[in-house]
């Protein structure tokens, strides 16, 4: 029972243009979301985060998009640098039980 | 501010043995989280602690594994006896988080344990 999904295992983008990942969830008690960026051999990295009163959130580079009703949420990153190759993962929590509930991941490879 | 630490970084064992994992904790970070993830899926929360007791272990396999956090600090995860399937990395997270409510999920991972179970 996959309650968050990330259909895409992998990405690939040219240095410069605008990566979009995607992560969909079903539990609509889900209330705060969060994008975690994960280099090899190293732990995940919080990168950004929105809650469900919001629909958009923006931090330099990054941004998030919400869209409850259709239980959808996106990270674009413009522009893609090569250093943003990582395996990105989409979480999802519930105010009342702060556990994370996680995607599998995208994998985004920049190419130069 | 040193971040999470964990050892040892790479084991390998055979299936029935026992493994223990240790974590330290960022200074001062009441909750502290053990993960399990298996390659190609994202982690899974094995265990909560709150200082030193257990918020949420209802997904860890208490027939084999258990874990500990003794005053509120480091912790240790331990598998006992090791099977296939424990194969994974295994990812210690704390963060400053108390009690429920608010927005502020932020968790700080460790490098993580990298077990192989031959």
């Known amino acids: 029972d996959q309650q968050v999904k990330q259909n895409s295992p992998s990405l690939s983008v040219q240095e410069g243009r605008i990566s979009i990942l995607n992560c969909d969830y079903t539990?609509?008690?889900?209330?705060?979301f969060l994008w975690y960026k994960k280099y090899p051999a190293e732990g995940p990295t919080f990168l950004i985060s929105?809650?469900?009163i919001k629909d958009k959130n923006e931090d330099g580079r990054f941004t998030v998009f919400l869209n409850k009703s259709a239980k959808h949420l996106s990270l674009h990153i413009v522009p893609s640098q090569p250093g943003d190759s990582a395996v990105y993962f989409c979480a999802a929590s519930m105010d009342s039980n702060y556990q994370l509930i996680w995607g599998a991941g995208t994998k985004l490879i920049i190419k130069p | 501010e040193a971040g999470v630490a964990q050892s040892p970084r790479y084991k390998i064992i055979e299936k029935r043995q026992s493994v223990a994992f240790w974590c330290n904790p960022i200074?001062?970070?009441?909750?502290l989280y053990w993960y399990q993830q298996i390659l190609g899926q994202g982690p899974k929360l094995l265990i909560q602690f709150q200082n030193n007791g257990v918020v949420d272990d209802s997904q860890l396999p208490k027939d084999r594994f258990s874990a500990e956090r003794l005053k509120g600090v480091d912790s240790t995860l331990k598998i006992q006896p090791a099977k296939l399937e424990d194969s994974a990395v295994y990812l210690c997270?704390?963060?400053?988080?108390?009690?429920?409510?608010?927005?502020?999920?932020?968790?700080?991972f460790g490098p993580g344990t990298r077990l192989t179970v031959l």
């Open positions: 997270a704390s963060s400053s988080r108390l009690g429920r409510g608010g927005y502020n999920n932020e968790q700080f």
């Open positions: 929105i809650s469900s």
């Open positions: 200074s001062g970070h009441a909750t």
């Open positions: 539990n609509s008690m889900f209330d705060y």
